[in-house]
């Protein structure tokens, strides 16, 4: 059996990479399935341990000691106490904002419906877009997290970047132009179009096969879909891994991939978040410049690809959101979204200062 939690699942004898949406209720294989495989350890691992309550003093302690937690700090130092670095870098450049939601722009709750962003967060991230071009690329909808972040001046990018919406006068190839929700023209980059049937039809099976499990939530994003197991009780999780797991052994051309306590089956194709940064930088005519800056604030696993992406490039940096120390290939850390709405003003007030002192 594949031991890559990350890879294709195994392809099933059926011919067809696209069967229709009846599936039999068979008998559950052995729960070792998804031990053996690894699946079960990347769900426990992929899922840090909460802040445990010192008792009798109501004081919150980070299970990992004070060393480990300095000496990640020293690899991934704080993006606020290193601004002047941070300004220095980004002196003369132009800067371009990327941007998760989830656990980022939003703090991280365990109904994913209400991880709603604060009216300061979207205040700070209105005026980065006046500076910066802006772009918000999450694992959500496009159209969700359109309507989490209600700015219209940014670009999205939903379903792990699968989903791109920018202005029709930005320059791209490769692009339908469509109208959004405001009548106004918009180029949708969308190279996962294929997809959505096969996707819509996993998401209904996947909604019957879990809903036995208390907790269990599954979320369609159109291009990919979601089954959270933050609410699942954790003698559960082998069950929620083997009943994905094993229903996806029928789609060859999907692959299941794991987020912070979430599954998600996303098409098998060479794309994800560090390709949605190329195409936004391309189409905004910055990919072949030196005189720019990209950021890419971000806490999932999801986020590295990005973070991979500029660290190669040489220009730009990731900054991961975590209070935990994690191996990332970010540059820079920020605790949790109060640090990122902290960092963007700070970025903001920066350039203010830059723009009256070059006039």
């Known amino acids: 059996m594949d031991t890559d939690p990350e890879s294709p699942v195994n392809k099933p004898r059926l011919g067809s990479s696209f069967p229709s949406g009846r599936f039999s209720r068979k008998k559950m294989p052995k729960l070792d399935d998804v031990r053996s495989n690894g699946w079960l350890e990347a769900m426990i691992s992929s899922s840090p341990p909460r802040k445990r309550l010192v008792k009798d003093f109501n004081v919150e302690i980070a299970p990992e000691d004070d060393f480990a937690q300095r000496a990640w700090m020293l690899k991934y130092p704080s993006a606020i106490t290193s601004f002047g670095h941070i300004a220095a870098q980004a002196k003369d450049k132009k800067i371009a904002m990327f941007l998760d939601y989830d656990g980022t722009l939003s703090p991280i709750v365990d109904d994913p419906d209400r991880a709603i962003m604060s009216d300061a967060m979207r205040a700070a991230v209105r005026d980065v877009a006046k500076y910066f071009p802006t772009a918000i690329i999450s694992g959500r909808s496009r159209d969700k997290v359109y309507k989490l972040v209600g700015l219209t001046e940014l670009y999205y990018a939903g379903s792990h970047g699968m989903d791109i919406m920018t202005p029709a006068n930005v320059n791209g190839s490769h692009e339908d132009t469509n109208c959004d929700q405001q009548g106004e023209e918009v180029n949708l980059f969308q190279p996962a179009k294929e ?165």
């Not at 082998?238 to 979430?262: E, F, N, S």
């Not at 950021?295 to 040489?314: M, N, P, Q, S």
């Not at 991961?320 to 007030?349: I, Q």
């Open 195 to 359: 997809f959505i049937p096969v996707i819509e039809e996993v998401y209904r099976s996947l909604v019957e096969l879990t809903k036995g499990i208390k907790g269990a939530k599954v979320e369609n994003h159109k291009f990919c879909a979601s089954v959270h197991y933050r609410n699942v009780d954790e003698k559960d999780w082998p069950l929620v891994a083997q009943r994905v797991h094993d229903h996806l052994k029928q789609y060859p051309r999907l692959r299941l991939t794991h987020g912070r306590k979430v599954l998600e089956v996303r098409p098998v194709i060479e794309w994800n978040k560090g390709k949605a940064v190329e195409f936004l930088l391309e189409s905004l005519g910055l990919s072949n410049n030196d005189d720019f800056l990209p950021i890419f604030i971000g806490d999932d696993k999801t986020d590295e690809d990005a973070f991979k992406v500029l660290r190669e490039k040489k220009q730009g940096f990731g900054i991961l959101v975590s209070s935990v120390p994690k191996e990332s290939n970010a540059f820079y850390s920020l605790r949790d979204p109060s640090e990122v709405k902290k960092f963007l003003k700070t970025l903001v007030k920066w350039r203010k200062m830059e723009d009256s002192t070059s006039h």
